[in-house]
């Protein structure tokens, strides 16, 4: 049940590159990115915080915490920031170096999205929630850089569906190696605190800051509708 959980949020990077290839409406990024914020905000001070200090000490929390934000940072460096260029192979580019970055944060992602389902499985909804959200534009990103090249809609389908099972082959790798116990869900929450915690204040709020206001205003107050509805699940 969990991986198929995983499977499904992993996927929300292939809807990305769907709606970046069927519609160009802007509002739809920019909601997203708002949802994804306040979720994000939310779950990390009311329910991962406190989930990871069950398992592990303060400062490993902290400590973890702190190398997540540093490998997402490092991760970060070959994501390129979501313009585009007159040069078609320069795009095409991007769009590699794009996806080379996300299968490797990917797999990550579905580890710790995994664990964290085991671990509880209303925060690990909301975990997911807030990583698809965010992986939505990062599809978007996919779809619209690799169809300026290849002009091929169903090989850019292809590629970003590849992209989006890294997320799972993330979760399989813990599923069948039974590698969970206290320490390391502690640890890998604490990852997970990091990486939103960077997705949140780093890239997210950046992108707010230059967004339709409006849009956004609706966006953050349907983020924290979801957050409290998620509530009842405990």
């Known amino acids: 049940m969990n991986l198929l959980i995983v499977l499904l949020f992993g996927l929300t990077i292939f809807i990305g590159t769907i709606l970046v290839l069927i519609t160009n409406k802007k509002e739809i990024k920019e909601l997203s990115l708002g949802i994804a914020f306040s979720v994000i905000v939310l779950l990390i001070t009311f329910e991962l915080i406190p989930e990871a200090l069950e398992h592990i000490n303060y400062l490993l929390v902290v400590l973890f915490s702190l190398v997540g934000i540093v490998i997402i940072k490092l991760l970060d460096l070959f994501v390129p920031q979501h313009e585009h260029t007159n040069d078609a192979s320069h795009v095409y580019h991007i769009g590699i170096i794009t996806s080379i ?134």
């Open 101 to 234: 970055a996300l299968v490797i944060h990917n797999l990550i992602e579905g580890m710790a999205l995994f664990t964290t389902l085991n671990s509880s499985f209303s925060i690990g909804i909301l975990t997911g929630i807030g990583i698809g959200l965010h992986n939505i534009p990062m599809g978007m990103v996919i779809g619209s850089t690799l169809y300026d090249k290849n002009k091929n809609i169903k090989k850019t389908l292809l590629i970003s569906l590849l992209i989006s099972l890294s997320t799972f082959l993330g979760g399989l790798f813990i599923a069948l190696f039974d590698i969970v116990n206290s320490y390391v869900t502690g640890i890998l929450l604490s990852l997970t605190i990091g990486v939103l915690i960077y997705m949140a204040f780093f890239e997210l709020l950046e992108h707010l800051k230059h967004q339709n206001k409006k849009v956004t205003i609706i966006g953050l107050f349907i983020g924290i509708l979801i957050f409290l509805i998620s509530l009842l699940i405990h």
